[in-house]
């Protein structure tokens, strides 16, 4: 009964608002504790922010690729895109703020019109690390992006690209066809440049997201794999592997809904919390900026439309100290980031 009642809600979850009702609800009742009772009961809440450092920013999810768990809804016909205007807002707060971290994301957030000029005018600030969330594959996708390490290099970026595996198979089912050599060929061409290499400043790290229903396995010995088999069979160097659960919400969920798989997904969550990895959640230090300029306490919130607790909610009104004092909002998804290890947009959180 329950898979036919979540399969007739499944084209229903486009909507954002849909999709936190829905995991408001979802099979949690008497049997499993919400996300809220469960921090109750560790003594974290409410979860409050600590100092904020990293801005990161969604600046569109126009995207080349579809991937099938994507917490974004990315793809190539997806036409939000951040303004120009939203951009000189931010440099603004990174101008008269101590943040010391910008991070930008989409999408595939080298699509924007206005990508590189706002990379070149925020690496004259000089934040401490600058860091953009790439696909790898945009680098192949048309000779316009040829030069992007080169681009990269020239303002110190600090390149962190998904990779779901270091095999073929697992990594274009997750993905697409296609996606493994182009990807490997872009890894390769960051490494031309600098990227990865010990001896260099130049910073490449991976990102790991299971291509199932199930959580990471240990961080350190993926890590440790990776290297290895990317060294020997495409001569490929990076500096760290960061392991993220895979949230249900977005394309994920619908996943979860039509392999039958959300039920049991969620109790592995519920049961997997860990409250040493509440500490180091990322909504904590961290501030999420939509691509139309509003402000969430993570990209997760972001993409069910949660936006922070605080009575400025757009980038026009940002006040740190207000939202220094804000309480974080939470719901069922936030499982996702407390379950064994950990989860944030920098990996494990312990």
């Given at each position: 009964?329950?898979?036919?009642?979540?399969?007739?809600?499944?084209?229903?979850?486009?909507?954002?608002?849909?999709?936190?009702?829905?995991?408001?609800?979802?099979?949690?009742?008497?049997?499993?504790?919400?996300?809220?009772?469960?921090?109750?009961?560790?003594?974290?809440?409410?979860?409050?922010?600590?100092?904020?450092?990293?801005?990161?920013?969604?600046?569109?999810?126009?995207?080349?690729?579809?991937?099938?768990?994507?917490?974004?809804?990315?793809?190539?016909?997806?036409?939000?895109?951040?303004?120009?205007?939203?951009?000189?807002?931010?440099?603004?707060?990174?101008?008269?703020?101590?943040?010391?971290?910008?991070?930008?994301?989409?999408?595939?957030?080298?699509?924007?019109?206005?990508?590189?000029?706002?990379?070149?005018?925020?690496?004259?600030?000089?934040?401490?690390?600058?860091?953009?969330?790439?696909?790898?594959?945009?680098?192949?996708?048309?000779?316009?992006?040829?030069?992007?390490?080169?681009?990269?290099?020239?303002?110190?970026?600090?390149?962190?690209?998904?990779?779901?595996?270091?095999?073929?198979?697992?990594?274009?089912?997750?993905?697409?066809?296609?996606?493994?050599?182009?990807?490997?060929?872009?890894?390769?061409?960051?490494?031309?440049?600098?990227?990865?290499?010990?001896?260099?400043?130049?910073?490449?790290?991976?990102?790991?997201?299971?291509?199932?229903?199930?959580?990471?396995?240990?961080?350190?010995?993926?890590?440790?794999?990776?290297?290895?088999?990317?060294?020997?069979?495409?001569?490929?160097?990076?500096?760290?592997?960061?392991?993220?659960?895979?949230?249900?919400?977005?394309?994920?969920?619908?996943?979860?809904?039509?392999?039958?798989n959300y039920e049991d997904y969620m109790e592995a969550l519920v049961d997997a919390y860990n409250p040493m990895?509440?500490?180091?959640?990322?909504?904590?230090?961290?501030?999420?900026?939509?691509?139309?300029?509003?402000?969430?306490?993570?990209?997760?919130?972001?993409?069910?439309?949660?936006?922070?607790?605080?009575?400025?909610?757009?980038?026009?009104?940002?006040?740190?100290?207000?939202?220094?004092?804000?309480?974080?909002?939470?719901?069922?998804?936030?499982?996702?980031?407390?379950?064994?290890?950990?989860?944030?947009?920098?990996?494990?959180?312990?």
């Amino acid at each position: 009964m329950l898979a036919k009642s979540l399969k007739k809600r499944q084209s229903t979850l486009a909507d954002p608002r849909e999709q936190l009702k829905f995991l408001s609800n979802g099979i949690f009742g008497s049997e499993l504790p919400t996300f809220r009772e469960k921090i109750k009961e560790s003594n974290r809440l409410p979860l409050r922010p600590t100092e904020l450092e990293i801005l990161q920013i969604n600046v569109g999810y126009m995207c080349n690729q579809v991937c099938a768990h994507c917490h974004v809804d990315a793809g190539p016909d997806r036409k939000e895109i951040m303004t120009w205007e939203t951009m000189e807002m931010i440099l603004d707060i990174l101008r008269t703020t101590s943040v010391n971290t910008l991070d930008l994301t989409g999408g595939a957030p080298e699509m924007n019109p206005h990508f590189r000029k706002f990379v070149e005018e925020a690496s004259k600030i000089g934040v401490k690390d600058f860091i953009v969330r790439s696909n790898l594959t945009i680098i192949r996708a048309n000779k316009k992006y040829y030069d992007l390490p080169e681009f990269f290099k020239e303002h110190n970026v600090h390149v962190v690209s998904s990779l779901p595996f270091y095999r073929k198979e697992k990594t274009d089912k997750q993905r697409g066809n296609g996606v493994f050599d182009k990807s490997i060929k872009a890894l390769q061409m960051l490494n031309e440049v600098g990227y990865g290499k010990i001896d260099s400043h130049l910073k490449l790290d991976l990102v790991y997201n299971p291509a199932g229903a199930f959580l990471p396995g240990d961080q350190a010995g993926l890590e440790s794999e990776f290297k290895k088999q990317l060294m020997a069979d495409f001569g490929v160097e990076f500096n760290s592997l960061f392991t993220i659960t895979n949230l249900p919400i977005s394309r994920f969920l619908e996943y979860l809904i039509a392999s039958e798989n959300y039920e049991d997904y969620m109790e592995a969550l519920v049961d997997a919390y860990n409250p040493m990895a509440v500490d180091g959640v990322m909504c904590r230090n961290t501030i999420s900026v939509s691509y139309d300029g509003y402000l969430y306490d993570c990209d997760f919130n972001q993409m069910l439309e949660m936006k922070v607790a605080s009575r400025g909610k757009h980038i026009s009104e940002f006040n740190l100290e207000e939202l220094s004092k804000r309480e974080i909002c939470i719901s069922q998804h936030c499982y996702g980031c407390t379950a064994g290890a950990g989860s944030s947009c920098q990996g494990a959180t312990v």
